[in-house]
């Protein structure tokens, strides 16, 4: 029959661990009821922990608050976790207010658009016909009374 976890012999420090006996220490203090303390003496015979598995739980991309739930996350998946999923269906009441204030605005934008032109098309014929220069010369000084 395998063993579960197997303590792995001699004294070893924190950085004598490879990246895959780290995991293994991780997953069996995640799959055990132990504390941290506990499962350091196991593997290292040192009584004092001195937060080594949770700063291996952060590097190795572990929820550090993956005791409580027994379930870890790893770093390549939390990005992907973290996405909020939304489609074009759930348009928020907001959303939606807004799209309609967009719509009512470009629709007044172009309709101030062809009034002007509207009008400047109005002072070229009156300017034409009428042989009167309507619009103001650029760079005209104004009449001294």
Do not use: C, V
Request: net charge positive; no cysteine; charged share 35%.
């Amino acid at each position: 029959m395998k063993e579960k976890s197997k303590a792995i012999t001699g004294l070893k420090t924190g950085s004598d661990f490879s990246e895959s006996e780290r995991h293994d220490i991780i997953q069996d203090y995640l799959s055990s009821g132990k504390q941290k303390a506990e499962i350091w003496f196991k593997y290292t015979g040192n009584r004092e922990e001195h937060g080594n598995l949770l700063k291996w739980m952060r590097m190795l991309g572990y929820n550090p608050d993956a005791k409580r739930n027994r379930s870890y996350i790893f770093a390549e998946n939390s990005n992907i976790m973290s996405k909020k999923k939304t489609t074009s269906n759930e348009d928020t009441f907001e959303t939606l207010q807004l799209k309609k204030r967009i719509e009512e605005l470009e629709k007044q934008l172009k309709d101030a658009e062809m009034k002007a032109i509207a009008f400047s098309t109005m002072i070229d014929i009156a300017e034409k016909n009428l042989n009167i220069p309507i619009r103001k010369k650029a760079n005209t000084k104004p009449l001294k009374k």
